[in-house]
C-alpha cells in the first residue's frame, strides 16, 4: 500500500535555529497538508497545501512556518527559528479527493524537539 | 465552527469483549466525511474507518464498525473481540470539503486500555 515518507524521524534543534521538516507524498496526490499534535493534546491543522500554494493556514501557521514543493516530490515544512513551543510530533497528509477515499495518508511523523 | 468532542478521555476492556468510544461533532454542513483514527505508541495516525455522511448505512471493517446519528451528530466506534493490539489512542475526526477549505478536525482522542 502506498505510503507517505518522513524524514527525519527524531530531530533536535537549538532554539532560534531552523529546521525543515521533509516529506514525500503519494505519488498521484495532489493535496499535501501538515498537522502538529504538542505531546498528549489533540491533533492540530496547520496547513494545506494544492497547485503549488498554500490553500488554507490555521493561525498556528505564523510568518515564522513555510512550506514549499521545491521538485515535485518533495513536500517541506521549514520553522525559521524555532521556539521551546514548536516541540511537538509533525504529521505531513497527502490525499487525491478521488476515487470515494476521502480520507487522508498520514506519515508516520517528525519528532520534533526544541532546546 | 466545526467542532469534534470526545467525551471519554480513557477507557478500559477486557479482551474478547466490545467496547464503544463516543464522539459527536457540530457542523452546519450536510455532505462530510468523519473518521476514525488510531494512535498507538509510535504515534502514527492509522485510519480505521471512515464515513460518507449521505450514506446512511454504517461503516464496517472487520471489528470494527460505527454507528452514524447523522441527526444527533453522533459518531461512536465499536470494537468487538477486543485484542492486545487495539490498544492505543483513538481520534475521531470530521472532514469537510469545500473548494479550497479543505482540512480535518480532530477531538482531543480516547486512550483505550485492553485488560488481559
Known amino acids: 500500500e502506498p505510503e507517505v515518507t518522513q524524514t527525519p524521524s527524531h530531530q533536535v534543534t537549538q532554539m532560534g535555529q531552523e529546521v525543515i521538516l521533509r516529506c514525500v507524498p503519494i505519488?498521484?496526490?495532489?493535496?499535501f497538508y501538515w498537522y502538529r499534535q504538542i505531546l498528549g493534546q489533540k491533533v492540530e491543522f496547520l496547513v494545506s497545501?494544492?497547485?503549488?500554494?498554500?490553500?488554507?493556514k490555521s493561525e498556528i501557521f505564523d510568518d515564522q512556518f513555510s512550506v514549499e514543493r521545491p521538485d515535485g516530490s518533495n513536500f517541506t515544512l521549514k520553522i525559521r527559528s524555532t521556539k521551546l513551543e514548536d516541540s511537538a510530533m509533525y504529521f505531513c497528509?497527502?490525499?487525491?479527493?478521488?476515487?470515494?477515499?476521502?480520507?487522508?495518508?498520514f506519515g508516520s511523523g517528525t519528532r520534533l524537539t526544541v532546546v | 465552527a466545526q467542532t469534534v468532542t470526545q467525551s471519554q478521555p480513557e477507557m478500559s476492556v477486557q479482551e474478547a469483549e466490545t467496547v464503544t468510544l463516543s464522539c459527536t461533532y457540530d457542523?452546519?454542513?450536510?455532505?462530510?466525511?468523519l473518521f476514525w483514527y488510531k494512535q498507538p505508541p509510535s504515534r502514527q495516525m492509522i485510519l480505521v474507518i471512515r464515513?460518507?455522511?449521505?450514506?446512511?448505512q454504517n461503516a464496517t471493517e472487520n471489528r470494527f464498525s460505527v454507528n452514524f446519528q447523522k441527526a444527533a451528530k453522533s459518531f461512536s466506534l465499536k470494537i468487538s473481540d477486543s485484542q492486545l493490539g487495539d490498544a492505543a489512542m483513538y481520534f475521531c475526526?470530521?472532514?469537510?470539503?469545500?473548494?479550497?477549505?479543505?482540512?480535518?478536525?480532530f477531538g482531543k482522542g480516547t486512550r483505550l486500555h485492553i485488560l488481559p
Open positions: 497528509a497527502s490525499s487525491d479527493r478521488q476515487g470515494g477515499n476521502y480520507g487522508y495518508t
Open positions: 505519488s498521484n496526490h495532489l493535496y
Open positions: 497545501f494544492y497547485n503549488n500554494e498554500i490553500s488554507e
Open positions: 457542523t452546519s454542513e450536510s455532505d462530510y466525511y
Open positions: 464515513q460518507e455522511a449521505y450514506k446512511q
Open positions: 475526526a470530521y472532514r469537510f470539503i469545500m473548494n479550497r477549505d479543505d482540512k480535518i478536525i
